[in-house]
């Protein structure tokens, strides 16, 4: 039966891509042509609405083809006309369609900052592009030791986003840890957290930077998993038997909004100690999590 129900799932997969990709990549190849600023904000519910059907097809999957739980917990009366900047830890290609599921046409389309090279991944990339998700180069601090100007590109590349976003209705995503959890990293950083890596704040600062005003609210996200990190084909194979996710919404400190993160070691020091607060608190509820599902 797992054979079958993956292999159906495959077929369901390959069908929706090819349905939502292909308007949506036409949709945007006209946006771009036509520079129009008042036709291209009118093609941007277009595009999020063709994405959200798609997600809409693999949220059916979720529930109808797996015994897979989701169990949410925490704060609500988020709407789609709202913007968000979404914090989460990270532990598994699953996190995506986690939060997916969760906050599908509850808040605006989920935006990531991804890895460039991932535009590169067939139809899934090109489908990005057309979203306009934030591609990133994350150069190492070795790269950038060697040659600093790539500490600038980053930056550049999350004010051109965020200066796209601010005319629309946003939720942009943010894995602080950067990568995703495993042991082997937490032991290499010697992670002060029992769940968590060390958050990476520079992202969240040059966000808030940039849209600062223009955000609602932080959505702090913690997922967890009580059966243990999953893969992705333990979704697909129905091997997970529940996820647990709690959200709770922050308000943005105001002493945050604007600052030089990049030059103002003072600032910078101040809006560390924060993300440390913030993530010592994700930290607690994630145990409470997975004691609360083991029992």
Known sequence: MRVLRLVLIALIVAVSTIVHVLPLLLLALIKAMLPLPRFRIACNPLLSGLAESWIGVNNWMWTHLTDTRLQLSGDSGFHMGGHYLVLANHQSWVDILTLQKAFNRRIPLLRFFLKRQLFWVPLLGLAWWALDFPFMGR????QVARNPALAGRDIAATRRA?????????AI??????TRFTSDK???QDSPYQHLLKPKSGGVAFVLDAMGQGLHAILDVSIAYPAGKPALLDLLMNRIPVVRVDVRQREIPQEFIGGDYQNDREFRVRFQRWMNTVWQDKDARLDQLLVQSAT
């Not at 150069?139 to 070795?142: A, E, F, M, R, V």
Request: charged residues 25%; proline residues 9%; aromatic residues 14%.
């Open 162 to 170: 965020c200066e796209k976003f601010s005319a629309i209705p946003i």
């Open 186 to 188: 937490h032991a290499k």
């Open 139 to 142: 150069y190492s601090p070795k």
């Open 173 to 178: 995503m943010n894995f602080v840890e950067g």
